[in-house]
């Protein structure tokens, strides 16, 4: 291009209104990163700031190319591929960032490097909802992508399924014409700065931490109301493979009746204290936004040295909230209608012989002691079936209960009910728009493929994806009695009023103090919106000793009437 021959200041870059005229884009995406990384080497010789600087600019602008291309596919395979190579970008303009003490920029690429995807699904539900899309256009867009997921199981079906997606493709395209500030709604998405998370997402006693992970560092950003605290943590190769299998041993049932137990406590404080700072005493209720093989840390198993001599871990004082970003986060604290329904709990019991799933005795019980907690609807044994299910949760409820099988089986995961193991890629078309909470009673129902730039692609994402507030969910194969008092005692919790994530906290304390080693109570992690589920109808105990106590009062006013 004649302008671009025509600049003879390196320090600037072309505009995205230039670039996006270009052909082949990924070449002048590369030639964008190549530059970024030669300011950096100039900075380790001349240590001139400026250099940093300009590599950071540069960055952003190569940032602005991925977002173009980004809306301009219609393929989440295509997306994800560009996820991939931007992953590169974010983690140089991170150390670029940390060697200039820039926790604004090291922010901003650690929100662009997790869960882009993600926030723009919820971006765009957020859109239909401002701009309010005829209704039809919206069933139109769901019937061809639902199309589109039944064309893909078949074989050999690959004209059946570009024909849908072109028609998918031609739909979008004219409702961009006809209606531009639904499009400029939903991809005019910002970024989350640090004033923003101070803002919208925290109070005195919450702190958001957000990881960076790449080969041999941590990076790790904290964020208080007053203070904001950017650490380096390098590591070896050999901390984590120690580190990783410390995780596994916390998975073993009988762990503190084996000589694993001080080697498991040594290596999680050794963790601990590495990756632990805390930004403030008065701080005890942490949003963790992990990055790498951090998703599969449950922070609060991590153990601290103890004056006592005795086991603390981090979750005896404080609450911990997972997110994939600050910016989905905020999405998902954006409160919903209330549910026409208050609780449906799914627990199908046994399955078919197709599925080869074993049965799951204590679901049952499970269930029904929640249901004696809160008043709601069941479906289990054969009437917990696919159909049966769709047609529940057309009806709308607040909280989504699934004690079931959840497993990563092969390329897929998939959670069961009794006639079919419903996979990933079909959660995502499911509709929680005004759901509170998803419980995923299940084994691993919080683990799936890494996405590099995206995260674990999860059955728990696909509910925050499908539009739920709020999910629990398992980070390994969790045993189906502790599984049950576990839920149990969070219920009670819910209907105390605890927020959510304090709820599971001080449910998992009841297991702990019962001297239950993690593999019983830190599976399960919370993740999203937090706050109180209002107005819940209670059941079981709760209603009947106030109907008791009523009772007792109208024998106890006749009495003195009569007396009278």
């Known amino acids: 291009m004649p302008e671009f021959q025509a600049e003879t200041d390196i320090y600037k870059n072309p505009v995205i209104q230039t670039m996006q005229l270009l052909p082949r884009i990924s070449i002048i995406y590369t030639s964008l990163i190549r530059k970024a990384n030669l300011f950096r080497l100039i900075y380790q010789e001349t240590k001139d700031e400026k250099e940093l600087i300009a ?64 926030a723009d699904a919820l971006s765009e539900r957020n859109a239909q ?39 998918l493709n031609k739909l979008l395209d004219s409702l961009k014409q006809k209606y531009p500030s639904y499009f400029h709604f939903k991809f005019n998405r910002q970024v989350l700065d640090v004033a923003m998370v101070q803002k919208d997402l925290l109070n005195d006693s ?19 109301q007053e203070t904001v605290q950017f650490e380096k943590i390098p590591f070896t190769e050999n901390e984590l493979e120690e580190w990783q299998e410390m995780l596994q041993w916390a998975t073993k049932e009988n762990l503190y009746n084996t000589k694993l137990k001080e080697e498991f406590l040594s290596r999680s404080k050794n ?42 871990f981090l979750i005896d004082n404080n609450t911990f909230n997972y997110t994939w970003s600050a910016t989905v986060l905020q999405y998902v604290n954006q409160a919903p209608p209330m549910a026409s329904k208050q609780f449906l709990g799914i627990a199908p019991i046994v399955f078919t012989d197709s599925l080869n799933l074993n049965t799951l005795e204590n679901s049952l019980t499970e269930l029904t002691t929640i249901q004696n907690i809160i008043k709601g609807e069941g479906l289990t044994k054969e009437e917990a079936n696919f159909k049966a299910l769709t047609k529940k ?18 390329d897929e995961p998939f959670i069961a009910v009794y006639d079919q193991k419903i996979p990933l890629s079909q959660i995502y078309l499911f509709d929680f728009s005004n759901t509170e909470l998803v419980t995923l009673s299940a084994c691993e129902s919080s683990l799936g493929e890494w996405q590099e730039g995206e995260g674990v ?61 993690p593999a019983h109570w830190a599976s399960f992690v919370f993740v999203g919106n937090s706050s109180v589920l209002k107005g819940l109808e209670a059941k079981g105990w709760f209603s009947y000793w106030f109907v008791g ?7 106890f006013v006749g009495y003195r009437w009569k007396v009278a």
């Open 55 to 118: 590599a950071l600019n540069t960055h952003k602008t190569a940032d602005l190319l991925i977002d173009m291309m980004r809306y301009e596919f219609q393929e989440d395979d295509s997306k994800i591929i560009w996820r991939k190579y931007a992953r590169e970008s974010y983690d140089d303009a991170i150390t670029a960032a940390f060697l200039l003490k820039d926790a604004e920029a090291a922010l901003y690429y650690m929100e662009k490097s997790k869960a882009v995807l993600l």
């Open 129 to 167: 909802e401002q701009i309010n899309l005829p209704q039809e256009k919206l069933d139109r867009i769901n019937t061809l992508q639902a199309a589109i997921y039944e064309a893909a199981q078949k074989e050999n079906d690959q004209t059946e399924q570009l024909k849908i997606k072109g028609e």
């Open 206 to 224: 919450t702190a958001f931490v957000s990881y960076y992970v790449n080969d041999s560092i941590i990076y790790a950003l904290q964020i208080s």
């Open 271 to 312: 963790l601990t204290t590495r990756l632990w700072k805390p930004i403030s005493p008065k701080i005890n209720r942490y949003l963790i936004a992990p990055d790498g093989w951090l998703n599969y840390l449950n922070f609060e198993m991590l153990a601290k040295e103890n004056d006592n001599d005795g086991v603390e």
């Open 393 to 410: 949760l057309a009806q709308d409820y607040r909280i989504i209960h699934w004690a079931t099988h959840a497993q990563v089986d092969g």
């Open 457 to 517: 692609a999860s059955i728990a994402r696909a509910c925050i994806y499908a539009g739920a507030q709020s999910v629990v969910a398992s980070n390994w194969v969790v045993n189906d009695a502790s599984t049950a008092s576990l839920m149990e005692a969070f219920y009670q919790n819910i209907a105390k009023q605890l927020p959510k994530d304090e709820a599971l906290r001080q449910a998992k304390l009841e297991l702990l103090k019962k001297g239950m080693p």
């Open 549 to 555: 106590l009523i009772f007792v009062l109208g024998i």
